[in-house]
Nanobody, 123 residues
Framework: QLQLVESGGGLVQPGGSLRLSCVAS????????MGWFRQAPGKEREGVSC????????YYADSVKGRFTISRDNAKNTVYLQMNSLKPEDAAIYYC????????????????WGQGTQVTVSS
């Protein structure tokens, strides 16, 4: 069974940084594009970023451009999300996901999901 496991969430102050990791098992990540999504309480799950199979191309939601960076290490079956200059509105459960194509960066386009990791941004 294909599995995605996120880690790295936690509590940070506004303006702080956090690095999320997602480890895949049951397949190697170079076979898939990988994405990050987030869901805040009472809100719909939204796309944050995605990265191509090789890691050469990435896309970002407008809300995180210039602050977040997605990367992948296919040898380790791991995808990362470096989050800088965090804002309170970034607080959410963050999920990694796998798909055949990167866009559209919407929930319905992604086939496999992790359980999520909590990110809290508060002073």
């Amino acid at each position: 069974q294909l599995q995605l496991v996120e880690s790295g969430g936690g509590l940070v102050q506004p303006g702080g940084s956090l690095r999320l990791s997602c480890v895949a098992s049951g397949f190697t990540t170079d076979y898939y594009v990988m994405g990050w999504f987030r869901q805040a309480p009472g809100k719909e799950r939204e796309g944050v970023s995605c990265i191509s199979n090789s890691g050469s191309r990435a896309y970002y939601a407008d809300s995180v451009k210039g602050r977040f960076t997605i990367s992948r290490d296919n040898a380790k079956n791991t995808v990362y999300l470096q989050m800088n200059s965090l804002k309170p509105e970034d607080a959410a459960i963050y999920y990694c996901a796998a798909a055949s194509i990167c866009l559209p960066l919407r929930r319905g386009n992604y086939d496999y999901w992790g359980q999520g990791t909590q990110v809290t941004v508060s002073s």
